[in-house]
T-cell receptor, first 109, second 114 residues
Framework: DAKTTQPNSMESNEEEPVHLPCNHS???????IHWYRQLPSQGPEYVIH???SNVNNRMASLAIAEDRKSSTLILHRATLRDAAVYYC??????????FGTGTRLTIIP | EAQVTQNPRYLITVTGKKLTVTCSQN?????MSWYRQDPGLGLRQIYY???????DKGDVPEGYKVSRKEKRNFPLILESPSPNQTSLYFC?????????????FGEGSRLTVL
């Protein structure tokens, strides 16, 4: 299985941008990079995904390194509601999916 | 409304008493999966299914069974629950894709085995 590595925790000030890193050095050419987040007492929810190019949606941006061995989830202006655990996973298709422990993001008011 | 529904949401049971946690999705998704979440261990995949009658083991399948007789349902069966299966369980579904499919998760089922 392709594995990802994320910091256990990060803190950010409210209304500041947040950059959440993810390393995936064993990524294969057909692996898509997905990000999910889990708010307290809820199931994980989809945030964004990409293959090679940077991606933007209403929730966040995804910056993918040129060699695809790392990526960064960018929250442009963090709010208290963005406090959650963020998971970076690799998805090739309908296979076994490994989520890991994610990054716990704390937002400081 | 597109959703994944799990039942029960909360259950306390005793060792050895068979139980089933149901999962149903209304999005016509081919792919369905079960995860358990334990403190410090993140989300670990138990079983997944790529379509009706097609299932495969995830990372922690021991002590669990699944079946996929209908596209919308993917029940998780604990034939003889043990205390180490006390956990928070999530069901998820997505379309069949080459890797672009967004996973939709249920709200979770908190199981306690005494």
């Amino acid at each position: 299985d392709a594995k990802t590595t994320q910091p256990n925790s990060m803190e950010s000030n409210e209304e500041e941008p947040v950059h959440l890193p993810c390393n995936h050095s064993t990524i294969s050419g057909t692996d898509y990079i997905h990000w999910y987040r889990q708010l307290p007492s809820q199931g994980p929810e989809y945030v964004i995904h990409g293959l090679t190019s940077n991606v933007n949606n209403r929730m966040a941006s995804l910056a993918i390194a040129e060699d695809r061995k790392s990526s960064t989830l960018i929250l442009h202006r963090a709010t208290l509601r963005d406090a959650a655990v963020y998971y970076c996973i690799l998805r090739r298709g309908n296979e076994k999916l490994t989520f890991g422990t994610g990054t716990r993001l704390t937002i400081i008011p | 409304e597109a959703q994944v529904t799990q039942n029960p949401r909360y259950l306390i049971t005793v060792t050895g008493k068979k139980l089933t946690v149901t999962c149903s999705q209304n999005m016509n998704h081919e792919y369905m999966s079960w995860y358990r979440q334990d403190p410090g261990l993140g989300l670990r995949q138990i079983y997944y299914s790529m379509n009706v009658e097609v299932t495969d083991k995830g990372d922690v399948p021991e002590g669990y069974k699944v079946s996929r007789k209908e596209k919308r349902n993917f029940p998780l069966i604990l034939e003889s629950p043990s205390p180490n299966q006390t956990s928070l369980y999530f069901c998820a579904s997505s379309v069949t894709t080459t890797g672009t499919g967004e996973l939709f998760f249920g709200e979770g089922s908190r199981l306690t085995v005494l």
